[in-house]
């Protein structure tokens, strides 16, 4: 494999960014021989010459322009790795980049980003949705910080990532003020025909909640499909109509949806899961999601709804 002198690389761009060797060799505090041998060089491992003279100054030959837009993007990377490096140094935040499969409710993903722009050190937060393969994928490449999903990492992912169990949570049941009441009376009896949201049957919740109403005998009229779980409970809002929810956010979706508690089941468990390609977690924000998760998120308390 061969190898690019990087010296000599930066000797080129200097020169084409100043316009003559003696303006670099002032910059690089070189001198004009010694950047005029490296150039020549360049351009023996190149194989093709790089500029060509047009009175006292050094213009691009078509071969030079192509070098010189690789050498600009490279240096330009290095320089942000630099500032970003003195901008840790100098407590700027840090960023924390999170990837949110679609199916996990957003009222979870909140509770557990918030106590990360929350704490000691400064963060500055990059969410992006996807589904969780896509996730896994680009979190394998260092474009994540981490993937919050609502199950492992799938092993055809051919990819090293551990999985960091966030907690788990029981599901209940919302409606507006009118049908919950109606509904909490004989519970779970009481969903069969009634109006619901579900969410689509590639998610691991409706695979849970299908077992759950065949066991149950209850088939509830399911008038609408959905993938994103607060869209699914701004529907159940508008629409009139119950859904279901993790109990861990309970108290958060009657206040933030103005819907009320029908009922619950410990029968069908979400759980939750950050992904990493650590073992063990170190970013700063990660760890703050991890102990948001196991001390205030999905930790049980005696008068949880």
Request: a positive charge.
């Amino acid at each position: 494999m061969e190898w690019l002198n990087y010296h000599h690389l930066l000797y080129f761009w200097s020169v084409a960014r100043e316009g003559t060797v003696s303006k670099a060799a002032e910059k690089l505090r070189l001198s004009q021989p010694t950047i005029s041998a490296q150039i020549r060089t360049l351009e023996r491992a190149v194989g093709q010459r790089l500029f060509q003279r047009h009175g006292r100054t050094l213009v691009l030959t078509d071969v030079g322009r192509l070098v010189y837009r690789h050498a600009d993007e490279i240096f330009s990377i290095g320089r942000d790795l630099m500032e970003s490096l003195r901008g840790r140094a100098a407590g700027r935040p840090v960023q924390l980049v999170v990837g949110v499969a679609n199916a996990v409710p957003k009222l979870v993903v909140y509770r557990l980003l918030r106590p990360a722009m929350q704490g000691a050190e400064p963060i500055h937060l990059v969410c992006r949705e996807d589904n969780a393969e896509q996730l896994v994928t680009q979190l394998s490449i260092h474009a994540l910080d981490v993937v919050i999903a609502d199950f492992p990492a799938p092993p055809h992912v051919r990819v090293k990532v551990f999985n960091h169990l966030l907690g788990e949570s029981d599901t209940a049941f919302f409606g507006p003020p009118r049908l919950a009441a109606r509904l909490r009376r004989r519970f779970p009896a009481s969903l069969n025909d009634a109006p619901m949201l579900l969410p689509t049957a590639n998610t691991a919740l409706r695979r849970g909640l299908d077992e759950w109403f065949d066991a149950e005998n209850v088939r509830p009229q399911v008038v609408g499909e959905f993938e994103d779980s607060a869209l699914m409970k701004v529907f159940g809002h508008g629409a009139g109509v119950a859904f279901p929810a993790p109990v861990a956010i309970a108290h958060d979706v009657c206040r933030f949806y103005g819907v009320r508690l029908i009922g619950r089941t410990d029968a069908v468990r979400e759980l939750y899961y950050a992904i990493s390609v650590e073992r063990r977690l170190k970013h700063p924000g990660v760890l703050a999601i991890t102990n948001a998760a196991r001390d205030e998120l999905f930790k049980r308390r005696p008068d949880a709804i």
